[in-house]
């Protein structure tokens, strides 16, 4: 079977996005593929954050994952910082990649340029090196990634690569790539199209556990009430009807995709059923179609998150089988790089 690993940090509470765009299709890809999902926490404290809520955060995430449909008998489900290999793996990395390299990575462009440099710490300048790690100790044949994690994955593929390149030995170069090489080399997985979920209070940023205002997101976990209340009061516009993909209605456009998504009808049949209602029609047909879908998870996730040997032992396992990977790539690197061997 050809492998996939994915994950999701445990910045805040998981919303509509996190879960459209990268969980729910976990569900689909864990049937036909090898796969690791975990919880990303090493990646979690690039930016300040509350040292109180990280562990209840990688627990909420976890739970939510289980809750969603992520099934331990198909899939391994583990916490990134207890599968040690991460971390000592970036380190060898790192003396690989040229400063440059990270140096143009956008996000962290974007994101230093917000903070500062005095605020922001070298860890998320870092942070695709330990990305890197995450992908390459597996062996991955593929990796999920949206839109803003291209670039990161594209990081990733040069840097393995060049760790062949540089300590794969000439075998692996004059055989074109083929065989001998340390690292699998791997391709991203386009997510399917509309999964980008817009804020709903700007349908031109994407909808993010980090933007100030709760009123931009569904979380997974909110109430029917805090729902309908976030549908009611999300920015709409005044054109009649509704549709997707006027340049002009990003907001109507993104509703309609979350609504499709939601309901798994096509785009067609949403944009049929959807052209003659207004804001008034659809909004509550959005609302209950959420509160219909998230119920059922909000209820095992309930179940999950209070059984905490439950979820003790669902990490611990899936941080078995993580380690017996990634503890052969470690010590192949290890080798190739000449280090005296344990
Ligand atoms: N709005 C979104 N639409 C579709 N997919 C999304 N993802 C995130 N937001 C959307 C996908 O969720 C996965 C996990 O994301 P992450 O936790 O690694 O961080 P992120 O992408 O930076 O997500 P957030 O929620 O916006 O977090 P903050 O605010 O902390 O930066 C990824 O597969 C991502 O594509």
């Keep these: 079977l050809k492998r996939i690993v994915s994950g999701v940090q445990p910045t805040g ?74 971390v000592e793996l970036m380190w060898l990395l790192s003396s690989a990649t040229p400063i440059g390299w990270l140096n143009r990575m956008i996000q962290f462009k974007e994101k230093s340029l917000k903070a500062g440099d005095e605020n922001v710490g070298v860890a998320l300048l870092t942070y695709p090196v330990l990305m890197a790690s995450d992908i390459l100790l597996y062996q991955s044949d593929f990796v999920p990634v949206g839109e803003d994690q291209k670039q990161h994955l594209e990081l990733t593929r040069e840097l393995a690569e060049r760790v062949n390149y540089l300590y794969g030995g000439r075998k692996w170069k004059k055989l074109g790539g083929r065989g001998g090489a340390i690292f699998k080399v791997p391709e991203p997985l386009i997510p399917p199209a509309g999964a980008r979920v817009m804020s709903l209070t700007d349908g031109l940023s994407k909808m993010s556990k980090s933007a100030p205002s709760d009123q931009s997101r569904i979380n997974l976990l909110d109430s029917k009430d805090v729902i309908a209340n976030k549908i009611k009061r999300c920015k709409t516009d005044s054109f009649p009807g509704l549709e997707f993909d006027n340049p002009d209605r990003p907001e109507c456009s993104n509703l309609l995709s979350v609504y499709q998504l939601i309901t798994r009808k096509t785009k067609e049949e949403v944009a049929q059923e959807c052209q003659d209602m207004n804001w008034g029609v659809f909004k509550p047909l959005l609302t209950d179609a959420l509160i219909d879908h998230l119920h059922p998870i909000q209820v095992r996730y309930e179940e999950i998150i209070s059984d905490t040997a439950y979820l003790d032992k669902v990490l611990a396992e899936g941080a078995r089988k993580a380690a017996d990977i990634a503890d052969v790539t470690l010590n192949n690197v290890y080798q190739a790089m000449g280090f005296l061997q344990r």
């Design 13 to 86: 509470s998981i919303h509509l996005g996190n879960y459209l765009g990268a969980i729910k299709n976990w569900i689909d890809l864990q049937n036909t593929y090898d796969t690791l999902f975990f919880i990303v926490d090493l990646h979690a404290i690039t930016l300040p954050y509350d040292t109180q809520q990280l562990s209840r955060a990688t627990k909420d995430t976890a739970a939510i994952y289980l809750a969603c449909g992520v099934e331990t008998s198909k899939a391994s489900v583990f916490v990134q910082s207890h599968v040690r290999a991460h």
